[in-house]
């Protein structure tokens, strides 16, 4: 397999399960060294480590909760102080919290928005002010935006924001070369998107994506892998809707 990323380090955001991981396990695959953020569960980020160790791949885990400043800027330093550089910055972490609005609380909001929108800002500020020439960002943002699901508005309104700062920022970043775009995902297979849901409610999701089937975090991993590599240089301040059709 062609290396495409060797010699470059890769900050990876909630990256201890799910699509995060699988990113992360992607990008070391193809020869970046990544840092994998986790905020809790400290087990499966080493057991990602160790899944990433035994391909051959070369990775550490680093604990930071991105809702603080402080602790994005010591994320930074720390991926800094263990491999001197950074390449690309996926901006994975988030959280969701779906209610209808009359029962949607203060601590709900701003600890959604504190996640998904602050933590991205000011890692993208973090990015700029640290990263290599002709680095990569890539945000992650939802389908569901498109959609007009009941419960959802809070949790489409951090990623509304999302998708304008990876907009605005294009220009901004352009200087130097660096690119910003954002994944925005379907219905993805992982533990977030089952729980709670029923075998029919399933079903009904899988029947809106025009390719009759629900996502795998690999469909996103290889959106990311793309934005991540040099074949995209030419992309920047861009939504890709990886979603097979879903909206």
Wanted: net charge neutral; glycine share 10%; no cysteine.
């Amino acid at each position: 397999m062609e290396k495409k990323l060797a010699g470059k380090v890769a900050l990876v955001t909630g990256a201890s399960r799910g699509i995060g991981r699988r990113i992360a396990e992607d990008l070391a695959l193809h020869g970046a060294k990544v840092v994998l953020n986790y905020a809790s569960q400290p087990d499966k980020a080493e057991e990602a480590v160790a899944a990433i160790r035994s391909q051959g791949g070369e990775a550490v885990a680093v604990q930071a909760d991105i809702a603080r400043v402080a602790e994005v800027e010591r994320l930074f330093g720390e991926t800094l102080r263990v491999y001197g550089r950074i390449d690309i910055l996926v901006n994975n972490a988030g959280i969701m919290i779906t209610k209808p609005i009359e029962h949607m609380t203060e601590a709900d909001f701003d600890r959604q928005f504190a996640i998904n929108v602050k933590g991205t800002f000011f890692a993208i500020q973090q990015a700029a002010r640290h990263m290599s020439d002709n680095g990569r960002i890539i945000n992650f943002s939802t389908s569901v935006v498109g959609q007009m699901f009941p419960g959802y508005s809070a949790y489409a309104g951090t990623k509304g924001a999302v998708e304008q700062f990876t907009r605005q920022l294009a220009k901004e970043l352009g200087a130097k070369g660096i690119t910003i775009n954002a994944v925005a995902p379907g219905p993805v297979n992982t533990e977030l998107f089952n729980v709670g849901k029923t075998e029919e409610q399933i079903k009904a999701i899988v029947g809106m994506a025009a390719l009759g089937r629900i996502g795998e975090p690999d469909d996103i991993s290889r959106v990311v892998l793309f934005l991540a590599g040099p074949d995209s240089q030419w992309v920047t301040g861009q939504t890709l809707r990886a979603n097979g059709g879903y909206i």
